[in-house]
């Protein structure tokens, strides 16, 4: 089945820095890849995703990468700010597995005034 | 709409007693799914559906079933609860389009076997 791997598990930055979280997936059949954010307590919410017939996708500080080649995609964040900080997860999720997501590990940002 | 809701938000079992864990949603979406979290090892599936009547196992079903009589409902029981169970579990829908969307989360229930 899928592995999604995520890199780093924590990722300290100074407010206004970049962050830039990477993930790696196994299977070349994987074709949506969405990227959540989980505050402490809450719930996962989609911050932004990608399909695979894309190469990178924005949405305001936002930002997601795809390799289609390498199995490889990441998140960027510019311009951190403190309401930043959270757990940031990767997934991947392959055609006609509707809904059957495999996660990343999950990476803490910390954003530091 | 209140989207996924479920309850109950905080439970403590004793090794060895059952209980179902709720989770509604009026999305009308086709799919959803149980996960649970637990640190470092981010969110693993336990079983999802695809429609009401139909359900399957995902990476971790072990010690849990589920069933989906209606679009609205997916309830997950814990047979025997073990401490090797006390997770934070998370259901979660989606619609059906003619690729992947977006998962929507409930506000998660967090077990603990003693």
């Known amino acids: 089945g899928e592995n999604v791997e995520q890199h780093p598990s924590t990722l300290s930055v100074q407010e206004g820095d970049s962050a830039v979280i990477k993930c790696t997936y196994s299977?070349?059949?994987?074709?949506?890849f969405p990227w959540y954010k989980q505050e402490l307590g809450k719930r996962p919410q989609l911050i932004i995703d990608?399909?695979?017939?894309?190469g990178e996708k924005k949405d305001q500080r936002i930002a997601v990468t795809l390799n289609k080649t390498a199995k490889h995609f990441s998140l960027h964040i510019t311009e951190t700010q403190p309401e930043d900080s959270a757990v940031y997860f990767c997934?991947?999720?392959?055609?006609?597995?509707?809904?059957?997501?495999?996660f990343g590990a999950g990476t803490q940002v910390v954003v530091t005034p | 709409n209140a989207g996924v809701t479920q309850t109950p938000k905080f439970q403590v079992l004793k090794t060895g007693q059952s209980m179902t864990l709720q989770c509604a949603q009026d999305?009308?979406?086709?799919?959803m799914s149980w996960y649970r979290q637990d640190p470092g090892m981010g969110l693993r599936l336990i079983h999802y559906?695809?429609?009401?009547?139909?359900?399957d196992q995902g990476e971790v079903p072990n010690g849990y079933n589920v069933s989906r009589s209606t679009t609205e409902d997916f309830p997950l029981r814990l047979l025997s609860a073990a401490p090797s169970q006390t997770s934070v579990y998370f259901c979660?829908?989606?619609?059906?389009?003619?690729?992947?969307?977006?998962?929507?989360f409930g506000q998660g229930t967090r077990l603990t076997v003693v």
């Open positions: 999305m009308n979406h086709e799919y």
């Open positions: 559906s695809v429609g009401a009547g139909i359900t």
């Open positions: 979660a829908s989606s619609y059906r389009t003619g690729a992947n969307s977006e998962a929507f």
């Open positions: 990608i399909r695979s017939n894309v």
């Open positions: 997934a991947a999720s392959m055609a006609d597995s509707w809904g059957k997501l495999q």
């Open positions: 299977d070349s059949a994987s074709n949506y």
